[in-house]
């Protein structure tokens, strides 16, 4: 079983910028894809940002591609989101989650096993 702890969220202005953490139990972290979600209030989970196990393959949701930047470091067994440019759009509850091991990236939620608590960003217009 995979433990996952998201944390770096906050209330920031429009136009700012912040970093996502979430902290990785388990052996198996290296072999796996994470993902990060969003869900807005009153609205479905949303794709932002997918990355393979040896971090070499990326892949964000075209709506954020060039403001938002995922990465891992398998040392700390941690998965990082960075956000640049930040709008009120962005607002809404970030979750980290992660696939089994071996498997390819996904855009899919459903596709994920293990899904972290959830971080709250909140931008201000």
């Known amino acids: 079983q995979v433990q996952l702890v998201e944390s770096g969220g906050g209330l920031v202005q429009a136009g700012g910028s912040l970093r996502l953490s979430c902290a990785a139990s388990g052996r198996t972290f290296s072999t796996r894809v994470m993902g990060w979600f969003r869900q807005a209030p009153g609205k479905e989970r949303e794709f932002v940002a997918t990355?393979?196990?040896?971090?070499?393959?990326?892949y964000a949701a075209d709506s954020l591609k060039g403001r938002f930047t995922i990465s891992r470091d398998n040392a700390k067994n941690t998965l990082y989101l960075q956000m640049n440019s930040l709008k009120p759009e962005d607002t809404a509850v970030y979750y980290c989650?992660?696939?089994?091991?071996?498997?390819?990236?996904?855009?899919?939620?459903?596709?994920?096993?293990?899904w972290g608590q959830g971080t709250q960003v909140t931008v201000s217009s």
């Open positions: 990355i393979s196990g040896r971090g070499d393959i990326t």
């Open positions: 989650a992660v696939r089994s091991p071996g498997l390819v990236l996904s855009t899919v939620a459903a596709a994920y096993e293990y």
